[in-house]
């Protein structure tokens, strides 16, 4: 449990405060920067949890703000605050757009409100922005008064404790829509030998939804390897969700083909191996008969992450060599190739090859794209607009390194980065079977949309030998 | 429009001028002026001008009686509350008001009074509060998140009247206990006695029977996100389970709770399956593969929330001897975008995961850090080699010292004398399997600057001395400037020249004996190194003077005496590690310490007692047949008798022969900290420190 939330500037001087419980003197925050600076000054190392004088400071930087909670007692779940500050931040991002310093400064009243709404004695309470937003709307000057009214009218009374405490009642579309997005970000570290060293896929199933009512949807996804995982041992043939699959496939086939696909599935079996849901979905239900169930919220949301960890070679390959010439200049040549299908375009290429701190005027020879030193970061940005399955594109700069160098050598290395898209299409080969979607009092139609994309995760780097 | 201006300080005269400016002009004008300056107010709070605001008290009431705006009334809440916190007795005046609000018809203002009341310090308020809320309680008919936010208040009301906070204690049990039409009520008065009774040291542990946790793990499809996390933290040690069967249902209703996105409901999950495991006997390999993959997919969060599950796992890795977790090493390789705390813990990860089989990859990837990554790090990583040598057996530590050798070629100066550190503790642990190699190191002598180098230096040449041809020339390059040298350099310069020549006597080491007892006793101003230099004196001297007493064999003995094996023992004691494992994702799990060293007033958790309590830890057998989750029941019917009853007398008593050294944490946890701060002095750290430091603490002076 938190005592305080505090949201603090750059330096830890506090722009917003809220006291839940009155167990912190007010003076605890004050100590806030000197502690970080002290923390700094002892080791580089500073962790996201100080202690001082029987206080926890627990704190996460979003932009140019430290965000703060206080707690006293052993009691407190970190896991809990951090990530309730985690949603506090995504909550308020729907409200401000940014968080920064000085949104904080121009909406204090409604961050006061939500505050209040969505802790109680410290205490998380509701974080979904679509419930929030039934209490708290943006207020804008001018719309005060008109806002007041309809909050007295409209408002049921008891939403935020009903069953579906994520999505309130009577929502309307005239057309009703869900758009799915299945998001693959493909984390790889390659070593210079061109090893795979680690490499995974977090895949992340996104829904839009506008529809109307209170609708029950049902996601059917082609790969059974999800759906066997845990069952390995029971007798596949019985399983609802096989046959539900069948069911919308091949809507003649008995029994028999069950066991038919049981073959099919031994070959194009992935192993998810850890699936996160939305609070939304059945998780009793999933655990039980394996189908994906949920009444969704209004807007976006993610209902489902993945993560798989087979190995997968690199999709975009990079292949760069470094030379240092008597220390006056450095010889960098880059080999990138998509080794992707030949139909498939990798879009947004971006590779950031890192060079010495201090070289400069650069020379450049290459065949596709676009080349930039980018000094600030030290380092060549390659931007390929579009990238073909199958290609291979090179380059070669060359620049000039200070005759005077620093007798200390700097063993720093960094690693090339690559940033890149592939529209329609998964590394995991995961696909949408189905989406139903009832709604059991309006009964209207719908329209599911569906899209596939892999792009490169946070962390999608090559390392680099330098000779 | 922005409130920028609204963010510095007032004098409360200019604010009153605002507020007064009333009758002038139009009325939808003038709202807007008095809220602005309402506003003023409250910001002006958040900056600390209370003196000032203070006196705009009567101000405020009167708004406070004329205005129906609910955001007029928040900012007058929260005046109230703000400065009833600090003067409770000047507030006492707006009672009236809040009671108005408190029997009004709308619900947020009944909400908003309750808070006010609550939080104010003063037994005025105090009592209205609690009236009202033992009326609501006993209504129950009333809308249920006003009477969910009168429970929660009980929290802080404990703090003011902990008596009558505990004379409504039954009826929380009440409302626990019946299966209401709101769910959300239930957690919140479970959440309120688990807290109460967590946080007052005379209370009986909170204590739920089974059949109500049945009952709240029914409710978890219709609870929201916050409310299931409360519900599974609040079940840790509160509900014992009593039979086998009891615990397999229980921990398969928790684990369709892992795969939650909230990362808070799952680690509770996770926890309160890792409780449960104390009471079963055996379980399915299935179990602690979802274990594992929960926690690798719990490390795809953002940077604060992985450090907090990366300290869980060090705290699994330590619990029991074969950890229930299994976690592939690469998800500890360090990414280069990592903070650096994630990178130090993920470092303590790997050192602690390292076997003979993962060794070859886990010292590829430190070396890679060593020569890679910033100093700091890269210390570390030699420093974990090292330590990997002196924990797994020979064989690795052969890998090891290659490695070792591999990275001291490089001829960096700071891995060269972390590797010289580490060197000597290898030394220790395998006195003369590494003979040939610690010839190579004596040709970085002159890398050789910080006092725990040196330290390990000298010791190597004073030990080695019959290998090392040179090693006089050696110690005469330690012994150039003695007198400048920190103390911990000096004392070990005295030990290790009179070590060499108690060894073998030469004229030069005679010499050299000689002089640094003069220096150190009649030049150093240093007490315990004069007395440290007597003491030898004496006893060469002795040793010299009247072998009879002393020969030749004690001296040496006492000089030159056989050291302990060293060892390096990561494992806790298990008290404190249950403790632990009952606290996973609180704040004691990222210092990895007991409680009572951290918050000395609180409770100590421990596993509450219950015949299918497995008195050990590792007595647990993971199975890998298929039907055990499926067909709990049967299987508890063969297994109970034979492992629960067994165990109990033996390991109780090797529980308490080490509580001794409770407050030694893990070793390597230790290290890392330990080194953290030496190495912090040193003049290498300068050069790394960051210029966003710089900047930072020139601004912070700035401000000033």
């Known amino acids: ?467 | 429009m922005s409130d920028q201006r609204v963010f510095s300080r007032y004098k409360a005269s200019e604010i009153r001028a605002d507020l007064q400016n009333v009758e002038l002009k139009k009325a939808k004008m003038n709202t807007l002026r008095r809220k602005a300056a309402l506003k003023k107010i409250i910001a002006n709070l958040t900056l600390g001008n209370y003196a000032e605001m203070i006196q705009l008290f009567p101000d405020i009431l009167k708004f406070w009686k004329v205005e129906d705006d609910m955001e007029v009334k928040r900012i007058c809440h929260e005046y109230t509350r703000t400065i009833g916190s600090i003067k409770p007795r000047s507030t006492v005046e707006s009672m009236p008001n809040i009671m108005e609000d408190l029997k009004s018809h709308d619900e947020d203002l009944q909400i908003m009074a309750l808070e006010t009341l609550v939080n104010i310090p003063f037994t005025k308020f105090t009592e209205e509060a609690f009236n009202f809320i033992i009326g609501l309680v006993n209504r129950r008919s009333t809308s249920s998140r006003l009477l969910k936010t009168a429970i929660y208040s009980l929290l802080q009301l404990d703090d003011w009247d902990h008596e009558r906070v505990m004379s409504l204690s039954n009826i929380l049990y009440e409302i626990v206990e019946q299966h209401l039409e709101s769910p959300s009520v239930q957690i919140a008065a479970l959440k309120t006695l688990y807290t109460l009774h967590d946080k007052n040291k005379k209370l009986e542990p909170f204590s739920l029977s089974v059949d109500i946790a049945y009952n709240l793990l029914d409710i978890i499809p219709e609870l929201n996100e916050w409310d299931t996390s409360s519900l599974l933290e609040c079940l840790v040690v509160t509900v014992v389970p009593t039979t086998h069967s009891d615990a397999y249902e229980m921990i398969n209703i928790a684990l369709s709770q892992l795969q939650h996105v909230n990362t808070s409901v799952s680690l509770n999950a996770l926890k309160f399956i890792l409780y449960l495991i104390n009471y079963v006997d055996e379980i399915d390999v299935s179990i602690t593969e979802r274990l594992s993959n929960s926690v690798v997919a719990l490390l795809e969060k953002p940077s604060e929330l992985q450090f907090l599950i990366l300290r869980n796992i060090i705290l699994l890795l330590l619990t029991r001897e074969k950890p229930i977790i299994q976690v592939d090493v690469s998800y500890f390789f360090i990414e280069f975008n990592d903070p650096i705390y994630i990178k130090d813990t993920k470092l303590e990860c790997l050192y602690l995961l390292a076997n003979e089989s993962t060794l070859p990859r886990i010292l590829e990837e430190l070396e890679q850090y060593s020569t890679d990554i910033d100093i700091q790090m890269s210390r570390k990583a030699v420093r974990a080699i090292g330590n990997l040598a002196v924990k797994l057996g020979d064989i690795a530590a052969d890998n090891c010292v290659d490695t070792l050798l591999h990275l001291a070629e490089f001829g960096v100066d700071y891995v060269v004398q972390e590797i010289i550190s580490v060197f000597k503790n290898i030394l220790r642990k395998y006195p003369n399997r590494y003979r040939k190699e610690l010839i190579l190191f004596t040709k970085y002598m002159d890398c050789i600057q910080e006092p725990e180098s040196k330290n390990a230096m000298i010791w190597i040449v004073s030990n080695y001395s019959e290998i090392l041809h040179n090693y006089a020339e050696l110690f005469d390059i330690f012994i150039a400037d003695i007198t400048d040298e920190p103390p911990e350099v000096q004392f070990s310069i005295l030990n290790a020249s009179v070590k060499l020549f108690v060894k073998s006597p030469s004229p030069h080491i005679e010499n050299i004996c000689m002089t640094l007892f003069k220096t150190f006793t009649e030049e150093v101003n240093n007490p315990d190194l004069r007395g440290r230099a007597f003491m030898y004196w004496k006893l060469l001297s002795m040793a010299k003077e009247r072998p009879n007493l002393l020969n030749e064999d004690m001296l040496k003995d006492i000089v030159d005496g056989e050291l302990p094996v060293i060892e390096l023992n990561s494992k806790l004691d298990p008290v404190i590690l249950e403790e632990l494992e009952l606290n996973i994702g609180s704040i004691t799990s990222i210092y990895l310490k007991p409680t009572v060293q951290i918050f000395r007033q609180n409770k100590i958790k421990s596993l509450p007692q219950s015949p299918v309590l497995n008195a050990n830890k590792n007595s647990l057998i993971i199975t890998h047949s298929k039907q055990v989750v499926s067909d709990p029941i049967k299987r508890d019917s063969n297994h109970t008798s034979s492992s629960s009853l067994k165990d109990v007398p033996s390991t109780k008593g090797s529980r308490i022969s080490t509580m001794g050294d409770y407050d030694r944490p893990a070793q390597k946890v230790n290290e890392l900290k330990g080194k953290r701060k030496s190495s912090s002095d040193s003049p290498v750290k300068n050069l790394t420190r960051k210029p966003s430091l710089l900047i930072r603490k020139l601004s912070l002076k700035r401000n000033k």
């Open chain 1, 1 to 467: 449990m938190a005592s305080a939330l505090y949201f603090c500037d750059d330096k830890g001087k506090p722009l917003l405060s809220r006291r839940y419980k009155d167990d912190v003197p007010l003076s605890a925050i004050d100590k806030f920067s000197t502690l970080l600076l002290d923390c700094e000054e002892q080791s580089s190392i500073l962790p996201p949890c100080i202690s001082h004088s029987g206080i926890d400071y627990l704190f996460i930087q979003h932009n140019d703000l430290y965000i703060v909670a206080l707690a006293t007692s052993l009691n407190t779940n970190v896991a809990t605050i951090f990530t309730f500050l985690h949603r506090l931040m995504a909550v308020l991002g729907e409200y401000l757009k940014t968080v920064e310093e000085e949104s904080i400064r121009d909406n204090f009243i409604i961050i006061y409100e939500l505050l209040d709404e969505m802790m109680d004695y410290g205490i998380p309470q509701v974080t979904e922005t679509k419930m929030l937003k039934q209490y708290i709307t943006q207020k804008s000057y001018k719309l005060v008064k008109s806002h007041k009214k309809k909050r007295n009218a409209a408002r049921p009374p008891t939403a935020l404790t009903n069953s579906v405490s994520w999505r309130p009642e009577g929502i309307k579309y005239k057309k009703n829509e869900a758009f799915l997005d299945i998001v693959e970000s493909i984390n790889m570290l390659i070593s210079q030998s061109g090893q795979v060293v680690r490499s995974e896929i977090i895949g992340a199933v996104k829904i839009k939804s506008r529809l109307s009512g209170m609708p029950d949807l049902k996601l059917g996804i082609n790969d059974r390897g999800i759906f066997t995982k845990y069952l390995e041992g029971n007798d596949i043939g019985t399983s609802p969700a096989v046959e539900e699959v069948d069911d919308k496939a091949k809507k003649t086939k008995n029994n028999e083909s069950s066991i038919t696909n049981d073959g099919k599935k031994a070959r194009s079996n992935i192993e998810l191996e850890d699936l996160k849901f939305h609070q939304c979905v059945r998780l009793s239900k999933f655990e039980n008969e394996k189908i994906i169930t949920f009444i969704p919220p209004d807007g976006d949301f993610d209902l489902m992450n993945y993560r798989l960890t087979t190995s997968i070679k690199p999709l975009i390959w990079c292949d760069v060599k470094m030379q240092t010439h008597s220390n006056s200049r450095i010889e960098i040549s880059c080999k990138a190739k998509a080794q992707i299908k030949k139909k498939s375009i990798a879009t947004n290429v971006e590779i950031l090859i890192p060079v010495p701190d201090d070289a400069d005027t650069p020379t450049f020879k290459y065949s596709h794209g676009s080349l930039k030193y980018v000094p600030e970061k030290s380092a060549i940005l390659w931007k390929i607009r579009s990238f073909p399955g199958g290609k291979e594109y090179s380059m070669r700069a060359e620049m000039l390194l200070p005759s005077i160098s620093n007798t200390e050598e700097t063993k720093l290395k960094r690693p090339v980065q690559v940033k890149f898209q592939i529209p329609y299409f998964t590394t995991s080969g995961i696909q949408v079977r189905y989406l139903k979607i009832n709604e059991p009092t309006l009964q209207y139609k719908s329209y599911p949309w569906v899209r596939y994309i892999t792009q490169s995760g946070d962390d999608y780097t090559i390392r680099v030998s330098n000779n």
